[in-house]
């Protein structure tokens, strides 16, 4: 072994990975969430799940493999429960927050890819792109959707991205004290666009891979749930 750092590891040295906290929305993730918990505590030591009100075992499996296992007492949502995972982040310290799907379609190699440019100093938010990466088994369906949705995003939020639902995202700490999501369902994902856009941070996306599984096309987002998050997301804004 030469002992040479390589040039692109798929993860940072230890000091930096204790600084990165992973934030798990889950909801009744039960059959996946230990697996990914324990892929993603191989190297990052902070993993927060937020149980979203589950009916399954997702809280007993979130307390059985992570020391920081939250939960909401009914469903409220992606979006809230990743407000609640980020503000507990905060208050214990994180430099950095990531955000996570706890339904295995992510990779853990790509954390670092993410943080690595905002720890460089190079921007404050980085933002996975499915559609500059790679997509494992997507059904044509749900890629006319997500593509819908990026014509939306750039349309509506004035946006210039590649991939506007993405749940693999990572901000500074700077970052995450500005995020502020208020639409508790699956339109906090517009919003947060919206946020990032607005709010002077710099930001970019970096591609990774998302794999579609029998389970996370079970449990995932349906064409019909697209019109739904269009509209919560315009009334959102009419409210605001
Ligand atoms: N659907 C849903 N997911 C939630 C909720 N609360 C937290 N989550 C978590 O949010 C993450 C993403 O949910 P998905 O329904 O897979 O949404 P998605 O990944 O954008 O959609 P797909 O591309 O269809 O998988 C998962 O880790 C869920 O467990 C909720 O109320 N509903
Ligand atoms: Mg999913």
Redesign the pocket.
């Known amino acids: 072994m030469s002992g040479e750092t390589p040039k692109n590891p798929s993860s940072p040295p230890p000091e930096v990975a204790r600084d990165v906290f992973v934030v798990?929305?889950?909801?009744?993730?039960g059959p996946c969430l230990a697996e990914v918990i324990q892929a993603v505590r191989a190297i990052y030591p902070h993993v927060v799940v937020?149980d979203?009100g589950s009916s399954d075992e997702t809280h007993e499996i979130a307390k059985q493999h992570t020391g920081f296992a939250l939960r909401h007492a009914i469903?409220?949502?992606?979006g809230a429960?990743l407000q609640t995972g980020i503000e507990f982040s905060l208050r214990r310290g994180a430099r950095f927050v990531v955000t996570f799907?706890?339904?295995g379609?992510h990779r853990v190699e790509d954390i670092w890819a993410l943080v690595e440019p905002i720890h460089r100093g190079e921007c404050e938010i980085v933002l996975g792109s499915r559609f500059l990466g790679e997509t494992i088994d997507m059904p044509r369906s749900?890629r006319i959707t997500?593509q819908l949705a990026v014509l939306f995003t750039r349309a509506v939020n004035r946006v210039n991205l590649t991939d506007a639902?993405n749940?693999l995202r990572a901000f500074s700490r700077k970052a995450a004290k500005k995020i502020d999501i208020t639409l508790d369902?699956?339109a906090h994902?517009s919003e947060l666009i919206d946020q990032v856009a607005h709010s002077g941070l710099t930001f970019k996306e970096i591609p990774v891979q998302?794999r579609?599984t029998e389970h996370?096309?079970a449990?995932?987002?349906s064409s019909r749930g697209a019109l739904r998050i269009v509209f919560h997301y315009l009334v959102g804004r009419v409210m605001r």
């Open positions: 798990i929305a889950a909801y009744n993730e937020v979203d469903n409220r949502g992606q429960a799907d706890g339904d379609q749900r997500l639902h749940g369902r699956m994902a998302i579609y996370s096309l449990k995932g987002q």
